[in-house]
């Protein structure tokens, strides 16, 4: 967590665990992130108690989508992705902006260091401009790649660095990791 | 009668050359050859362009300026100059340069680190340096530290501190060893330790907590390390490695580039199982479309017989 040059924290972490089959990730102003997952929280524990159960990943998705739309004008100065299981137990990643614009895809990136790792997304995960057919890879090459990515930014983006936090989502369960990175 | 009409126009730009006039003087006029020094032409409508961008909310594409958002430090010690730097550059967030110098040459006993933008610094060495090269030319002696700080000061303050550069000159003449740091806007102080740019205040700190006077070259050069360490890591504008250049009394110089390497990244890279897709194979991308040009129509000229005399 940073101001212009100055680092605030080196571990701040920026996933917060929803259920135990999602998991959101926000970047962007601390504040309106720490109060989105507040409210977020309230929300589902509220239709837990009303409806019986966990909410469902593509519910959570919409909920968030609403819960900024709410704030249309003043919004959260937050830029989510929402990452989980939904009810086939298939992986699902949703890419939101700071007012609820969801789009379901198959990997997103946000942040200062988007525009460095978009691109590398697009040719080793979505295998773009690629000819060869796309491998179906493991949770393990999937948490290594992540790796490689981030060490990549790091040396770029002066705002990315000290720690990652990996959160792999299966049907097993949830599996956290943190990997140091350079503290520059 | 004629009637005379008479026209005022303004020609102050155009200047009046006779038919007569020699070939080159008149194609001088019709295209004016660029001037050296600074052209402040474009700051006006530059001005006006990010006024009027900003008004109407869109982003302005003005060029991005490389900057050594930076750690530099010098301080003095028994039997010289230590200078430390960082090695990162910057173009706003992004990493520009991982790797770049930013203690350059300035005289064979006098070196200068350099913060602020890239251009100007690297100028502005270059720019003292020649001119105090001239100099010993004409004087034959040798430089002095302080000539290097006034030139560098009287040319800051000639362009009140549109040149941003902040820089840190140290060295040793006849008169010892000297260390002068040069603020943007042309004022500079004779210190015994200093440090410039972004993460000054990170080095400060730890130079202001272990420097004494009269310290050997392996404390002045810890401490110039630990200073710009403490800049790398705490200071989002430098990064990378430390550079450090000790001039001795003795007229010896040692520049090290890369003293400390603290943030190699091989050693992180060595600790992923890379995917071996970012191998990409040769033909991965698919070729829409080739065309071929011929560019150069290669003859066989065989050389023309020597003139007989």
Redesign the interface.
């Known amino acids: 967590m940073?101001t212009?040059?100055?680092?605030l924290s080196r571990d701040q972490t920026k996933i917060h665990k929803l259920t135990e089959k999602c998991s959101l990730l926000s970047a962007g102003c601390r504040a309106d992130m720490d109060a989105l997952w507040k409210v977020l929280d309230a929300k589902m524990v509220m239709y837990k108690y009303s409806i019986g159960k966990e909410m469902a990943s593509p519910a959570v998705a919409q909920l968030l989508s609403n819960t900024l739309y709410y704030k249309r004008f003043f919004p959260y100065y937050s830029f989510n992705v929402l990452a989980g299981l939904d009810e086939n137990g298939k992986g699902a990643v949703y890419d939101y902006d700071a007012i609820g614009s969801m789009e379901k895809k198959e990997y997103s990136a946000s942040g200062?260091g988007t525009s460095f790792v978009i691109p590398a997304l697009d040719?080793?995960i979505g295998?773009k401009?690629?000819?060869?057919p796309k491998?179906i890879?493991s949770v393990d090459?999937c948490i290594?790649?992540v790796?490689?990515l981030f060490?990549s930014i790091g040396?770029?983006?002066?705002?990315t660095g000290d720690a990652i936090e990996i959160c792999a989502i299966t049907s097993a369960g949830m599996k956290t990791e943190i990997f140091q990175?350079?503290?520059? | 009668k004629v009637l005379n009409v008479i026209f005022t126009v303004n020609l102050t730009h155009l200047k009046m050359i006779e038919d007569s006039a020699p070939l080159f003087i008149r194609e001088q006029a019709l295209n004016p050859k660029p001037q050296g020094g600074f052209n402040f032409e474009n700051w006006h409508r530059n001005e006006r362009l990010q006024n009027e961008f900003r008004a109407k909310g869109i982003s302005s594409n003005l060029p991005k300026v490389m900057l050594t958002g930076t750690t530099i430090c010098g301080c003095v010690y028994k039997d010289g100059v230590v200078l430390g730097a960082d090695t990162r550059a910057t173009g706003g967030s992004e990493v520009a340069d991982k790797n770049c110098e930013k203690i350059g040459y300035i005289a064979p006993n006098i070196y200068c680190g350099g913060a602020g933008t890239a251009g100007d610094t690297f100028q502005m060495k270059k720019l003292v340096s020649s001119q105090l090269d001239l100099l010993r030319l004409s004087t034959g002696t040798q430089s002095r530290v302080v000539t290097a700080n006034t030139i560098l000061k009287q040319q800051l303050f000639k362009h009140q501190g549109h040149i941003s550069a902040a820089l840190i000159v140290g060295g040793v003449d006849c008169t010892g060893p000297h260390l002068y740091n040069i603020y943007p806007h042309g004022s500079s102080n004779k210190v015994p330790f200093c440090t410039m740019g972004s993460g000054s205040l990170a080095a400060i700190s730890v130079m202001e907590s272990t420097y004494k006077p009269d310290m050997t070259e392996e404390e002045a050069v810890e401490m110039a390390k630990e200073a710009i360490l403490s800049g790398i890591f705490n200071d989002l504008g430098s990064g990378s490695n430390c550079d450090i250049t000790i001039i001795r009394c003795s007229g010896e110089v040692t520049r090290t580039r890369g003293f400390e390497k603290p943030n190699d990244t091989k050693l992180l890279r060595d600790k992923i199982r890379h995917p071996k897709e970012l191998v990409v194979p040769s033909g991965s991308t698919k070729v829409l479309e080739s065309s071929f040009l011929k560019y150069i129509d290669v003859q066989d000229v065989t050389a023309p017989e020597p003139m007989m005399i």
């Not at chain 1, 040396?155 to 705002?159: K, M, T």
């Open positions: 940073s212009e040059y100055q680092i200062s040719n080793l295998f401009t690629r000819t060869e491998p890879r090459e290594e790649l790796k490689d060490v040396e770029r983006d002066i705002y990175l350079k503290r520059d």
